[in-house]
Each structure stands twice: as structure tokens, then as C-alpha cells.
């Protein structure tokens, strides 16, 4: 079998273990994916700025140990910094700007011996469901150009969902990482409030909503990706203690793993209707749990959307004025109308107008509506819901150039109506591809933890992804 075609047939820890045996070289499988990323990103545009070299050389170095070690990988566009690596957050305000140093958590990924590639695409700071920024185009979806590639972390989706890599850097502030996990049939874990860093010199991201992890195609990858990353350092407001076994070591007996409390909801919150394939992917996935023995109820999540939407809005506004109010020290100067699209400044108008008592009148609500919707669900060690409430939207249906802005933000809520919830309680929640549409799209089905607990939602995750196989699904361009 040829290195191009051990590549695409192995995971992140499959290849690491062929490195580790000395079957295949770090480096042969850094060609590798450079040739798939060669190959592929004319038509797909998931990769936005590439370091080859740089991979070349650490993979030519001794490798530390580690079940991803000698892996290639990338590094989506948006905050997270690697030194000598650009970060643009898919802006021409940023297109000058390199990171200066390294974050810890980019630290983690180089000691676990993780090999980035480059930077994959992003929607302007963020702000999307859907990721085509006007600063670098479109990034389109493999498995449909019809359909949107979904965001923010959708240029590192849509690179792992075509081979360029095993697994990708990816955050999460709404629905970042499992919303286009769905679109594109990956895992996609969102860890709990805490579980990962931002340090050194970075403490919170919206106050602890937005957070870090990866896309991946397989659940031992997203495992082995949260041993290698996770852990708080000192001092920090929301640290987690890491569990007594590596996340990984706990998928080995998923038989084990028996008499969960799973409910699962059968209509948005406020009762109105799932989509129909969205209730048949639940309603699968929730009879596949009570045949591997755990016990399975009907759940009602309820909640009050327009609270929820108002107080999204307005805490990432004026978090987003503050971050471009750093660009004298970023960039050298302040952000002007002609730097950004018009859904970004209107962001930082609306921020700059919110006085310091709304904003803290907003997290104070913001904590008290998170409170409320843990407690009306605690009863469960798991809930299951679609990660998106009906079928994907269509390239445009978020466009940030044209949209009148309280539409867009309309949309864009809309999108993430389950999946932002739980940015705000900070609970895990991962994205499953356990189904699809009727059309052969990729849809994901959402498991939502107690805070701290990935431990259980991996260990779920890998019981499922044993009697519902999704590693034979794959876009036609995979294997071209």
C-alpha cells in the first residue's frame, strides 16, 4: 500500500502508531498531506496560508511520545496563536499580523508532537455559521457545494472531511465546533467551561462560552487530542481537575459504560416541530442507547430563546469592540469602517454603545439563565438533541456583506438555537455523524454532558460509533 493511501485510510492515532512501528516516517506522511492539500484546496479553499517547511523540519526532529505524535495537522485562523504563524480571524484588518509567541495550548499541541501544516479558513471574526469571508473567499463543502461548509471552524471541517489532514484545531463559542462537524459527518467535541487554556497571556473567552478543541473523523483521535491539550494552569476562573485515567485509556471497555439517564427532545425549545430528519436521526440515536442498555426518556428542553439571543448578541459585541479596540497594539492602528464587512462593524458599533452596567447586568442574566436550564435538565447524565434543528442552509444565507444586521443576527441565532445554549451553561456537547439527510448529506446528532464529564460522552461516543459505524461514510472527493 502506497504512504498516500496509508494517509487516508488511518486516523491521527493509526498513523501515529504506523510512525511509531517505523512503517511509515514522520516526514513521508508530512509529503503526504501537503500533496492532498496541493491537490484538493483549489476547489475546496479550506486552507488559507500554509508552513510547510516548518513541518517539514519538526518532523525530520526527534519525535516526543505520544498517541498522536508525527501527525500533520492545521491550525484554524481565529485567535489561537503558534508563533511565526499568521492570524488574519479571516480579516484584511489583521493580513498583516503574526503571532509573536505561542499560547499554552499551542505549546501542548507541539508536545504532544502534532505537525502544523498552515492555517485553514474562517468567517470574519467568527461570526458565522457558514464560512466565507470576503477577505478570502468561500470555503465549500466537500460532500455538496450546495450547502454551507458550516463555521467558524468550517475551513478546518472541511479539510479533515477531505483527507488533507486526520484531525484539526478547532473552537467553539455557539456552535463553532459541532455545527460543522454535522455539515461535513466528523466528531466534533466541545470540552466544558475550563477544560482547556488560554494561557499565558490570554484568561477567558466570553466568560467562558468560547472554547477550544478539534474536528476529527474518529472519537479516539478527539480523545487523544483532549489528553493532550487539556489541563488549566494556575490561578484560572474556571479550572477543571483532569480525570484520574487519560480520556483515551477510558474508550478502551465502552462495554462497561451501562445505566446512563439519557433524555432526548423531540421539538425545539418553545415546542415547535424538529425537522423530520432531525427527529428520525434522534429518535435512532436514542433507541441505539436503550439497546445498549441505558436507560432512555423523553426530555422537554425549554427555554427562553429571545433572552438567550439578546444576551448573545450583546455580550459578543462588546467583546468584539473590545478585541478590535486592541488594534493599536495589534496592528499599530484602530480599526476603521473600510477594514471589515458591515455585519463585523456593526458589531463593534453595538458594542462600543453598551455602557459598563448593561454588560454586567448581561453576564449577571447570562448566569442566571445558564443556572436555570442546567437544573431543568441535571436530572440526566446525558441529553440528545439534532445539532442543527432543520436542514442546512445554502451558500449566502449568512452573508455578511449584504444582510440587513438584525436579520443576520436572526439567521445566525437561528443556526445555533441548540447548540449555543450550552456554550452558555459551559457543558460538554459533541456532534456525532450518526445519520443523514434524505439527499445523502451528513447529519450530526448532538449528546450534551454534565459540566466536567467528557469522560462519559466520549465513552457513550465510542459505544456508539462501535454499532453505528460512520468511518465508511465518506465524501466522493476522499478517495479521488
Not at 334 to 361: C, F, M, N
Not at 370 to 394: E, G
Amino acid at each position: 500500500m502506497s504512504i498516500a493511501e496509508l494517509y487516508i485510510q488511518n486516523d491521527a492515532v493509526g498513523l501515529s502508531t504506523l510512525v511509531r512501528e517505523k512503517q511509515v516516517t514522520a516526514r513521508e506522511l508530512v509529503e503526504a498531506a501537503i500533496d492532498r492539500i496541493e491537490k484538493l484546496n483549489p476547489q475546496l479553499n479550506a486552507v488559507i496560508a500554509n508552513r510547510y517547511d516548518y513541518a517539514r523540519e519538526l518532523a525530520d526532529q526527534p519525535l516526543p511520545d505520544s498517541p498522536i505524535s508525527g501527525v500533520p495537522f492545521l491550525l484554524k485562523d481565529l485567535a489561537i496563536e503558534w508563533e511565526g504563524f499568521p492570524v488574519t480571524n479571516g480579516c484584511r484588518f489583521f493580513k498583516d499580523y503574526t503571532a509573536k509567541s505561542s499560547w499554552e495550548l499551542t505549546k501542548r499541541m507541539k508536545r504532544a508532537g502534532l505537525l502544523p501544516l498552515g492555517k485553514t479558513n474562517v468567517p470574519e471574526n467568527g461570526y458565522s455559521g457558514t464560512t466565507e469571508p470576503a477577505f478570502y473567499g468561500p470555503t465549500i463543502n466537500p460532500w455538496n457545494p450546495d450547502i454551507v461548509p458550516g463555521g467558524s471552524s468550517g475551513g478546518s471541517s472541511v479539510a479533515v472531511a477531505s483527507g488533507m489532514t486526520p484531525i484539526a484545531d478547532a473552537s467553539d463559542g455557539g456552535g463553532s465546533i459541532r455545527i460543522p462537524a454535522s455539515l461535513n459527518g466528523l466528531v466534533g467535541l466541545k470540552p466544558s467551561r475550563g477544560r482547556v487554556t488560554f494561557g499565558p497571556d490570554l484568561v477567558d473567552f466570553w466568560y467562558g462560552a468560547a472554547v477550544f478543541l478539534c474536528v476529527s473523523r474518529t472519537v479516539r483521535d478527539t480523545a487523544a487530542y483532549l489528553d493532550a491539550v487539556a489541563g488549566a494552569v494556575a490561578g484560572e476562573p474556571y479550572a477543571l481537575d483532569l480525570p484520574a485515567r487519560p480520556y483515551l485509556t477510558l474508550l478502551g471497555a465502552p462495554e462497561k459504560l451501562h445505566g446512563l439517564k439519557i433524555g432526548y427532545i423531540t421539538a425545539e425549545p418553545g415546542g415547535g416541530a424538529l425537522g423530520a430528519e432531525q427527529k428520525r436521526a434522534v429518535d435512532r440515536a436514542a433507541k441505539t442507547c436503550a439497546s445498549l442498555g441505558h436507560h432512555v426518556e423523553e426530555a422537554v428542553l425549554d427555554f427562553d430563546y429571545e433572552v438567550m439571543f439578546d444576551l448573545f448578541i450583546r455580550i459578543t459585541a462588546t467583546n468584539s469592540a473590545a478585541f478590535f479596540g486592541a488594534g493599536p497594539l495589534i496592528v499599530g492602528r484602530e480599526v476603521t469602517e473600510e477594514d471589515v464587512e458591515p455585519v463585523t462593524w456593526k458589531v463593534i458599533q453595538l458594542g462600543r454603545s453598551i455602557s459598563g452596567v448593561q454588560h454586567a447586568t448581561d453576564i449577571e442574566t447570562m448566569r442566571a439563565f445558564a443556572r436555570k436550564l442546567v437544573q431543568s435538565i441535571n436530572q440526566y447524565d446525558v441529553l440528545i438533541t439534532p445539532t442543527l434543528a432543520d436542514r442546512p442552509n445554502p451558500p449566502g444565507w449568512l452573508d455578511m456583506t449584504s444582510l440587513d444586521f438584525d436579520e443576520y443576527n436572526s439567521r445566525l441565532l437561528r443556526s445555533c438555537a441548540l447548540t449555543a445554549p450550552f456554550n452558555l451553561t459551559g457543558q460538554p456537547a459533541i456532534s456525532l455523524p450518526l445519520d443523514q439527510t434524505d439527499d445523502g448529506n451528513p447529519l450530526g446528532v448532538q449528546f450534551v454532558g454534565r459540566l466536567g464529564d467528557e469522560a462519559t460522552l466520549l465513552g457513550l461516543a465510542s459505544q456508539l460509533e462501535t454499532v453505528l459505524p460512520w468511518k465508511d461514510r465518506k465524501p466522493a472527493i476522499f478517495d479521488s
